[in-house]
């Protein structure tokens, strides 16, 4: 573990951070009919790819590169006017790297080792020395720093970034074996049954999907990996299974890189790729004190800084009272005669009198009508909930109409409050 302070060093410098952000997110289910799960929003102002880019931006990184395939431009719009401003002249770049047929004009990417394998030439005429290959849907701090400095001390092929995670989850990734000196031993992609740690029967070591190379090991690789028919075109499936037989993988713990402030007591890494991992990670963020500190101005998570007005609340008369407690309210929103606990509400959301929301993840620019009541829901960008609409007070109602987990969270979208009848 570090604390909070930005590095800068040379190994960081020379390298570029290519991020994978082409996923749909299918367990988000209807949150990402219309954006792929790295644009989702996070934390009432935030989006999800943002963690990975502050993490390289901190870290020292000036080069990055971000491919998108799947519904990109509520992702390319975010990233045009949130991550503008990189400089030519500093040796800094930012390139958005859309799935464009370049290869041949009826492939897209057909995974994420053909993701960058088609995009080699961009990568080569910035020639950085490494490669952080990222995923760009989780929500986490970490110095890439470390991660490079271990890769070249070692001498290593790859080095995978892991996280121990319980082996109930550990299915939707890779799974390693590691030796006492961090090597790779075997490597498996998201097993139907995964393996437990020695000595830890009830923990995975799992793949964080964060890759270090050198660049021209990296690009040898993607053209032997093009020239196979027989492989996936995956990095988990086929490119780093095929070092860690045949060359030297090495695994980094992410305990070594998380970075932490004087508030946060333990390394804090999530996937929200469940509609209860997304909400759960939200709800989290109103603890008095937070397992993600995101007021750390010493590592702070950059994004798209919206200009509105601060966050107003109105009226103050018994039952039509404007307050929130245990909450995170953005700027540009309106709490009139309403009340709101332990939620975290967006960016421009106008919640009227006797309405109350509980519980509440409620996305930019919605409108919460007169007496409605929303306990345990998430609300997609822009729903107009109705006046005295109820959720989540009566589980087969609420099933009816939204998509409710097995938690009790639902999810509520505009099409679904379109086709109820109030």
């Given amino acids: 573990m570090i604390t909070a302070t930005p590095a800068s060093g040379p190994l960081a410098r020379q390298a570029m951070a290519y991020v994978l952000a082409g996923g749909r997110g299918t367990r988000l289910m209807e949150l990402t009919d219309v954006r792929a799960k790295p644009a989702v929003y996070f934390g009432g102002k935030l989006r999800i790819i943002d963690f990975a880019l502050s993490n390289a931006l901190n870290s020292g990184i000036r080069r990055m590169a971000v491919a998108t395939q799947y519904k990109a431009h509520s992702l390319i719009r975010h990233l045009q006017r949130g991550w503008n401003f990189f ?3 500093r040796n800094e770049s930012f390139d958005i790297l859309p799935a464009s047929q370049r290869v041949s004009e009826d492939q897209w990417y057909t995974g994420t080792a053909d993701a960058v394998y088609q995009n080699i030439d961009i990568i080569e005429s910035y020639d950085p020395k490494y490669i952080v290959l990222l995923a760009g849907d989780h929500i986490y701090k970490m110095d890439y720093e470390q991660m490079l400095q271990q890769h070249v001390n070692a001498g290593a092929d790859v080095t995978v970034g892991c996280i121990e995670v319980p082996r109930a989850w550990a299915s939707g990734f890779g799974v390693m074996h590691v030796d006492e000196n961090d090597r790779i031993l075997s490597f498996e992609e ?30 040898k ?40 402030s004087l508030a946060e007591s333990s390394a804090y890494w999530r996937d929200v790729g469940t509609l209860d991992a997304y909400y759960d990670a939200n709800i989290d963020l109103t603890d008095v004190v937070p397992d993600l500190d995101l007021y750390d101005r010493d590592w ?6 919206e200009m509105t007005a601060p966050a107003k609340f109105v ?7 404007g307050s929130a407690i245990s909450s995170l309210i953005a700027g540009g929103c309106i709490v009139s005669g309403a009340e709101v606990r332990r939620s975290m509400i967006s960016t421009n959301v106008h919640i009227h009198s006797f309405a109350s929301v509980s519980g509440g993840v409620i996305l930019p620019e919605v409108g919460i009508g ?24 009566d589980p087969e109602l609420d099933a009816k109409r939204f998509r409710r987990t097995a938690s009790g969270v639902c999810l509520i979208t505009q099409r679904m409050i379109n086709a109820i009848d109030i």
């Fill in 87 to 89: 400089r030519t002249e």
């Fill in 190 to 219: 998201k097993p139907a049954n995964p393996a437990p740690m020695p000595g830890n029967p009830e923990m995975s070591l799992a793949s964080m999907g964060i890759y270090v190379f050198e660049t021209k090991f990296l690009i």
């Fill in 221 to 260: 690789c993607l053209q032997e990996d093009a020239a196979n028919p027989l492989s996936t075109r995956d990095f988990g499936k086929d490119i780093i299974p095929g070092l860690v037989k045949g060359g030297k993988a090495m695994a980094h713990p992410f305990t070594r890189s998380c970075v932490r």
């Fill in 300 to 305: 702070p998570i950059w994004t798209y800084g």
């Fill in 315 to 321: 009226h103050d008369v018994d039952g039509r009272r």
């Fill in 370 to 393: 007169r007496g409605a009541r929303l306990s345990r829901v998430v609300v997609d960008r822009g729903v107009k909930i109705p006046d005295g609409l109820v959720v989540g007070e």
